[in-house]
C-alpha cells in the first residue's frame, strides 16, 4: 500500500490567506497526484489532477506542485467559499487518500 | 450533464451483503470506467475499487475476498455486493466516474472527476 500523509491535519486561516498544504507518498508516485475539496454532507470536488493541471471550472487561486513523494496545494487568496475539508489522492498504485486537511476560520 | 446516483439498502445485517447500484445518466457508459469509494463518518476516504467498461476491476486488496463489481452498460448502471458486513463496513458509499491520464509509455493512470451523492449504509441488527 502506498501510504499518503497530509500535513497539517487542521489549519486555522482568514479571509486573504494564502495557503499551503503537504502530501508526501510513502513512495515514488510520479505525478499521479490529484486534489479534491470535501464540504459537510457533500461528495468530494476534483481540483486538481497529475499533480498541477488544475481541472476546469476550478478558480485559478487554486494550484498545485510537486511530483515524485512530495505534493503542496495552495490556495493563494483564501475566499469564503474555500472553508472546507482537503484530500490528496494518488492514483499511481491502486488508489489511497491523505487522512484529509480541515481549513477553518480563524 | 454527468449524473451518478447509488441506490440501496440503508440498513444491512451483520454478517449479510450489502448491494449497492449506481445510475448513470448524461454520458456513454462505454467510454469511460468506474469507481465505488466509501467514507465511515467524521473519517477519511477509501477506495474500494476500480471497473472497466468491459468488466474488468481492480479490487483493493484488503476487501478483495468480500466485493464483488459489474456493469451493465446496456442499462446505464453498475453495481457492487459487499459479502459479510461487520460494523466496521458502515459508510457513507460514493460511486464516480473515472477520468484517465496517459503517461508516456502509454499507460492509463485513472482518477474520479465526478461522484455521486452518496447513500449511507449503516451495518446493524
Known amino acids: 500500500d502506498i501510504q499518503m500523509t497530509q500535513s497539517p491535519s487542521t489549519l486555522s486561516a482568514s479571509v486573504g490567506d494564502r495557503v499551503t498544504i503537504t502530501c508526501r507518498a510513502s513512495?515514488?508516485?510520479?505525478?499521479?497526484l490529484a486534489w479534491y475539496q470535501q464540504k459537510p454532507g457533500k461528495a468530494p470536488n476534483l481540483l486538481i489532477y497529475?499533480?498541477?493541471s488544475l481541472e476546469s471550472g476550478v478558480p485559478s487561486r487554486f494550484s498545485g506542485s510537486g511530483s515524485g513523494t512530495e505534493f503542496t496545494l495552495t490556495i493563494s487568496s483564501l475566499q469564503p467559499d474555500d472553508f472546507a475539508t482537503y484530500y490528496c489522492h494518488q492514483y499511481n498504485t491502486f488508489w489511497t487518500f491523505g487522512q484529509g486537511t480541515k481549513v477553518e476560520i480563524k | 450533464q454527468v449524473q451518478l446516483q447509488e441506490s440501496g439498502p440503508g440498513l444491512v445485517k451483520p454478517s449479510e451483503t450489502l448491494s449497492l447500484t449506481c445510475s448513470v445518466s448524461?454520458?456513454?457508459?462505454?467510454?469511460?470506467?468506474w469507481f465505488w469509494l466509501r467514507q465511515p463518518a467524521g473519517k477519511g476516504l477509501e477506495c474500494i475499487g476500480h471497473i472497466s467498461s468491459s468488466g474488468t476491476t481492480n479490487l483493493n486488496p484488503s476487501l478483495k475476498s468480500r466485493v464483488t463489481m459489474s456493469v451493465d452498460t446496456s442499462k446505464n448502471q453498475f453495481s457492487m455486493r459487499l459479502t459479510s458486513v461487520t460494523a466496521a463496513d458502515t459508510a457513507l458509499y460514493y460511486c464516480?466516474?473515472?477520468?484517465?491520464?496517459?503517461?508516456?509509455?502509454?499507460?492509463?493512470?485513472?482518477?474520479?472527476?465526478?461522484w455521486g451523492t452518496g447513500t449511507t449504509v449503516t451495518v446493524s441488527s
Open positions: 448524461g454520458v456513454s457508459m462505454n467510454r469511460y470506467s
Open positions: 497529475k499533480a498541477s
Open positions: 513512495q515514488n508516485i510520479g505525478r499521479w
Open positions: 464516480a466516474r473515472a477520468q484517465w491520464d496517459l503517461s508516456v509509455d502509454l499507460t492509463n493512470f485513472y482518477y474520479t472527476d465526478v
